[in-house]
């Protein structure tokens, strides 16, 4: 014990990032709550009530690692944003459609993305996940303007080509070597997106390409485009696919996989980042101030088992 610590310190000393803060080396916090981010409805969305919904698959993925949710919900003030984020662990900002710029979805994301950089650079961690929509949200908010292209990815499995930094990154290197190796080599990552972030662009933007390690690359036989990475010094995380649809999402479409291995994948993944957010010290102010949060106050409504999510969480 007294020797590890010593070794993160020493660590911590000779690089001076904020992803070594004093946070490390406090004992975990084993009841993290992250937070899911709400989005507009879709406009075509027969079950929809009220303003926004969360994919109950993503709550799910969470739950699945040992982490509790709470909604982070559209149309709120500043001040309400920036108390919820220092109740929460880590907030996950889900796939879907929205316009990244002009939508509720995207003004949220920035208060809680500058809200995160400045609490990590002063040592009080803060993981942030984006999964599709919320990868490319994200990678919107670091380069400051959209550089997304269209790409032929919108329901399609495909293995991920990991970078040789994929070995030593936060995010996979706690992932069994078997199940790396079935993510090189069969076709267990679910894409649905339009929309990607080139190797062209990433490469030519300095803003993107200092703060984002590539850890997988893809391709739709003419774009190649990052499929996964993490910020170099933030505990800041991002996919362009799905790990929450494998075990979760049952539409039966291609893209869709539900095979052992993507279902592992799902899990590790998710496990992954529950561990980032139980290095966070937030809590609420109190007890009841956590309960009334949580997404046990609200319940899923069941959209058929060939929706594209199956059950949606709806809020006014
Ligand atoms: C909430 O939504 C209404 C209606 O769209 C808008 O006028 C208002 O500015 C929003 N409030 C916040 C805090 O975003
Ligand atoms: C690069 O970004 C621009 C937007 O600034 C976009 O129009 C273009 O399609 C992108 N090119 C590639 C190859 O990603």
């Known amino acids: 014990m007294a020797a590890s610590v010593l070794l993160v310190l020493a660590a911590c000393m000779w690089s001076g990032a904020p992803l070594c803060s004093a946070a490390r080396i406090l004992p975990l916090n ?51 944003y920036t108390k919820l984020f220092y109740s929460l662990n880590g907030l996950l900002l889900p796939g879907g459609d929205v316009d990244l710029q002009t939508s509720q979805f995207g003004r949220v994301t920035r208060i809680f993305y500058n809200l995160a950089l400045r609490a990590n650079d002063a040592g009080d961690y803060f993981p942030i996940w984006g999964t599709c929509q919320g990868f490319q949200q994200l990678s919107v908010l670091t380069a400051k303007k959209n550089l997304l292209t269209l790409t032929n990815t919108k329901a399609v499995a495909l293995p991920l080509t990991l970078t040789p930094a994929a070995q030593s990154s936060r995010l996979f290197r706690g992932f069994p070597r078997d199940l790396l190796q079935s993510l ?8 649905f997106h339009s929309w990607s972030l080139s190797m062209q662009n ?20 003419e774009k190649e485009f990052i499929s996964t990475m993490e910020a170099y010094r933030y505990p800041f995380y991002a996919v362009q696919w799905h790990p929450e649809k494998s075990p979760f999402e049952w539409i039966d479409k291609p893209g869709m996989v539900h095979t052992t291995s993507a279902i592992r994948t799902s899990f590790y993944t998710a496990s992954f980042f529950v561990s980032e957010a139980m290095k966070s010290r937030h809590h609420f102010s109190s007890p009841a101030e956590e309960q009334k949060a949580l997404i046990y106050n609200f319940s899923p409504i069941y959209r058929g088992v060939n929706a594209v999510f199956i059950q949606n969480y709806y809020f006014d």
């Open 30 to 80: 084993h009841r993290p709550i992250i937070g899911v981010l709400a989005q507009e409805n879709l406009p075509d969305d027969s079950f929809a009530r009220g303003s926004s919904y969360i994919a109950a698959s993503y709550v799910k993925f969470l739950e699945s690692a040992g982490a509790r949710v709470v909604p982070v919900r559209i149309n709120r003030t500043e001040d309400e």
């Open 202 to 221: 990433y490469s030519r933007n300095a803003k993107l390409k200092r703060f984002y390690k590539v850890l997988s690359t893809n391709s739709d036989g």
């Open 184 to 191: 090189s080599d069969e076709n267990i990552t679910p894409n």
